[in-house]
């Protein structure tokens, strides 16, 4: 499409819509790229996968957390798990602030409460 709207071969790069829209056939919209990493540095930049989905799938957690009657993990506990030096282990602090081994062991290493904000505890 590319090659059809501006004339000129691609030269075997990626063609993307630089809308973001996967579903646009504006020819004007087709910009070119050397690599799959360049049309992903393109989204960041206009925030088209800067946690588009992030906050709508966090408040669904919640409402079933809140459904099942679960209480999250304050942000305070968070904090203090992610201080923690290596000499404590995971399970300690799971013990320690009564949450499942298993949230302990997520929220250090980073794979839960991403909203929760790095810095003081
Ligand atoms: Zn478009």
Do not use: W
């Amino acid at each position: 499409m590319l090659s059809i709207s501006s004339g000129a071969p691609t030269g075997g790069k990626l063609a993307f819509m630089a809308c973001c829209n996967s579903k646009c056939v504006n020819p004007e919209h087709v910009r070119v790229a050397a690599s799959k990493a360049e049309i992903c540095a393109h989204y960041s930049a206009v925030g088209t996968r800067k946690g588009t989905h992030y906050e709508q799938r966090i408040a669904a957690v919640r409402k079933a957390q809140a459904a099942r009657g679960l209480v999250p993990t304050p942000e305070s506990v968070v904090r203090v798990i992610r201080a923690a030096g290596s000499e404590v282990t995971t399970r300690a602090l799971a013990r320690a602030h009564g949450i499942a081994d298993q949230t302990a062991s997520r929220i250090r290493r980073g794979e839960s409460h991403r909203g929760v904000a790095q810095g003081a505890a």
